[in-house]
């Protein structure tokens, strides 16, 4: 064999080789479908503040996901996904966090104004 049908060769096996480890991430469908499910289960909590900033985050990777999974990067739509459904979760968990804390506040203003009311009775 000669030194260019080598080379040739080198050069078919190599992209081969390159196809076969892109074909080998199949499309992330289901987690891209996870991903969306998370995100609407986290805007559905109407976040503020930190959590609003954290759904942006995870419609910006739910995005990335599905552009990527367009253009057929298995493994970059696959990673995109992941991140937004984390991303989404950590929305949500905010979002439920900061309804408890105003919750609290809004218990703890009540409680102080019966206790009030209980001092001023009392005299």
Known sequence: MTRSALAGLAVGLLAAM?????????????????????????DALQPRGPAQQALAEARQRLG?????ANRGRNADALAAAQQAEAA??????????????AEVDSKAARNADLRRRLLIQGD
């Not at 992330?28 to 996870?34: F, G, L, R, V």
């Not at 990335?64 to 990527?68: E, I, K």
């Not at 989404?88 to 804390?101: D, F, I, K, P, S």
């Open 88 to 101: 989404a979760a950590h929305a949500a968990a905010e979002a439920r966090r900061a309804a408890l804390e």
């Open 64 to 68: 990335a996901a599905r552009d990527a």
């Open 18 to 42: 390159l196809l076969a480890a892109c074909a080998s991430v199949p499309p992330p469908t289901a987690q891209i479908d996870a991903a969306d499910r998370a995100v609407r289960a986290a």
